[in-house]
């Protein structure tokens, strides 16, 4: 089993719904979480981090965060033609290392 | 500005050639990392350093080899570079004490081998 796995996508959604990206990860004792954006040809970017089960909001991205079940999720409201980009799930694993997932390709519909 | 910085943005190079990349991290963060994307866009760690320390070392060729000068910089030296090490570079960096652990990268070395 990978240690963090996303659908490679791309996910299609159109301007103003809600897209929903997800991962799981497999290091139980893993503690911080985050989600990355990549344009093409750029770095990724820190977007969001969550350390705690629940919610947690910034703008018009949430994160949203399930240890039992060893699952993170970005919800990102009011799509935006410019939130088209690569989505990276990360996770600091047991071993201190932030591993990345494959990342899922988000494509908003003007 | 407070950022992760590397040079060159752009490395074309003959196969068997020697080439360095070259980062710089002014957050006052600890560690510093190099991590290859490939052309699936899969990022794969390679190497870190706290405070001047190799603390990861994946299953690298031995054709690469970093040097941290000091805590703000990492460098990532290759010999003998060959068709494969065809691929973007990132240099990242981040405070391990501090319990946040978000981590930032630099803009990337894009390197082709010819």
């Known amino acids: 089993q990978k240690e963090v796995e996303q659908n490679s996508g791309p996910l299609s959604v159109p301007e103003g719904a809600i897209a929903s990206l997800n991962c799981t990860y497999s290091d139980r004792v893993s503690q911080s979480f985050f989600w990355y954006r990549q344009y093409s040809g750029k770095s990724p970017e820190l977007i969001m981090s969550?350390?705690?089960?629940g919610d947690k909001e910034d703008g018009r991205f949430t994160a949203q965060l399930n240890k039992a079940s060893q699952y993170v999720s970005l919800l990102i409201r009011d799509s935006q033609p410019s939130d088209s980009a690569t989505y990276l799930c990360a996770v600091l694993n047991r071993d201190d290392k932030i591993i990345f997932g494959k990342g899922t390709r988000l494509h908003i519909l003007p | 500005d407070t950022a992760v910085s590397q040079t060159p943005k752009y490395l074309v190079t003959q196969m068997g050639n020697d080439k360095s990349i070259k980062c710089e991290q002014n957050?006052?963060?600890?560690?510093m990392y190099w991590y290859k994307q490939d052309s699936k866009k899969f990022l794969k760690i390679m190497f870190s350093?706290?405070?001047?320390?190799?603390?990861i070392n994946e299953t690298v060729p031995n054709r690469f080899s970093p040097k941290s000068p000091d805590k703000a910089h990492l460098n990532l030296h290759i010999n003998s570079l060959e068709l494969g090490d065809s691929a973007v570079y990132f240099c990242a960096s981040r405070a391990t004490a501090t319990g946040v652990n978000e981590q930032f990268f630099g803009p990337g070395t894009r390197l082709t081998v010819l």
């Open positions: 957050l006052g963060h600890d560690t």
């Open positions: 969550i350390y705690s089960n």
């Open positions: 350093y706290n405070n001047k320390e190799l603390i």
